[in-house]
T-cell receptor, first 114, second 115 residues
Framework: DAKTTQPPSMDCAEGRAANLPCNHS???????VYWYRQIHSQGPQYIIH?????ETNEMASLIITEDRKSSTLILPHATLRDTAVYYC???????????????WGLGTSLAVNP | DTGVSQDPRHKITKRGQNVTFRCDPI?????LYWYRQTLGQGPEFLTY????????KSRLLSDRFSAERPKGSFSTLEIQRTEQGDSAMYLC?????????????FGPGTRLLVL
C-alpha cells in the first residue's frame, strides 16, 4: 500500500502558485519523498525529490516539514500545461537490490483554469 | 537527450493471443523497471532488472508474464494467452545507480487492449 495521502483533486488559477500537499506521517528516516506527474495518457514525468532539506529545480520547489511527516510541492506559476495527476511517493534509500520499486497511490488531479 | 522509448505505443489483440512489448532504456542506465497502470489507478510495480539480472518480481506477474533483458540493454515483456483483465498501460522506466538516491525515468507506455 502507498505510504502517502493526497487530496484527490485541486484547482488552481493560471499564473498563480499551485501548492500540492502530501501527508507521509509514517515516513522513516531513510526514506526519500519523490514527486511525479502524469499528463493524460502519457508516462509519468519526474519532478523533484528530497530527503529532509527543501529542494528547488527548474520545475518546482519541494518543502518538507521539519518532522518530515508532510511535504508540499509548489509550482510557482502554474500554466494550463501543468494540468495533470501529481503523485507523491516515499521510497527507501537503499544500496541493496530490493526495495527499489515505487509504490503509487491515486495522486492529486490538478486542474489549472484560465 | 534520448529518453526511454517503448514499442509499440498501442496494441489491440484478441483474447488468447500472445503479445510482446519492447523497452529501450536511457543509455548507460543499468536498472530497468516494468509497471502496469489501469484506468484511474496509479502504476503498479511488476518487475525490475539490474543489468541483465531480474532482481525482483511482483506477485502480479503471473506465469503468463515473462520479462527479459538480454545483455543488460533493452527489455521485453511478453504476455501469453492474454485475458481481458490484462488491458492496461504498460510502463517502462530506467535509472542509474546513484548510491542511496536514484530517479526512475519513464517511457510513454504501451497501451494494451484485449478484446
Amino acid at each position: 500500500d502507498a505510504k502517502t495521502t493526497q487530496p484527490p483533486s485541486m484547482d488552481c488559477a493560471e499564473g498563480r502558485a499551485a501548492n500540492l500537499p502530501c501527508n507521509h506521517s509514517t515516513i522513516s528516516g531513510n526514506e526519500y519523498v519523490y514527486w511525479y506527474r502524469q499528463i493524460h495518457s502519457q508516462g509519468p514525468q519526474y519532478i523533484i525529490h528530497g530527503l529532509k532539506n527543501n529542494e528547488t529545480n527548474e520545475m518546482a520547489s519541494l518543502i518538507i516539514t521539519e518532522d518530515r511527516k508532510s511535504s508540499t510541492l509548489i509550482l510557482p506559476h502554474a500554466t494550463l500545461r501543468d494540468t495533470a495527476v501529481y503523485y507523491c511517493i516515499v521510497r527507501v534509500a537503499t544500496r541493496g537490490g530490493n526495495n527499489r520499486k515505487l509504490i503509487w497511490g491515486l495522486g492529486t488531479s490538478l486542474a489549472v483554469n484560465p | 537527450d534520448t529518453g526511454v522509448s517503448q514499442d509499440p505505443r498501442h496494441k489491440i489483440t484478441k483474447r488468447g493471443q500472445n503479445v510482446t512489448f519492447r523497452c529501450d532504456p536511457i543509455s548507460e542506465h543499468n536498472r530497468l523497471y516494468w509497471y502496469r497502470q489501469t484506468l484511474g489507478q496509479g502504476p503498479e510495480f511488476l518487475t525490475y532488472f539490474q543489468n541483465e539480472a531480474q532482481l525482483e518480481k511482483s506477485r502480479l506477474l503471473s506465469d503468463r508474464f515473462s520479462a527479459e533483458r538480454p545483455k543488460g540493454s533493452f527489455s521485453t515483456l511478453e504476455i501469453q494467452r492474454t485475458e481481458q483483465g490484462d488491458s492496461a498501460m504498460y510502463l517502462c522506466a530506467s535509472s542509474k545507480d546513484r548510491g542511496y538516491s536514484e530517479t526512475q525515468y519513464f517511457g510513454p507506455g504501451t497501451r494494451l487492449l484485449v478484446l
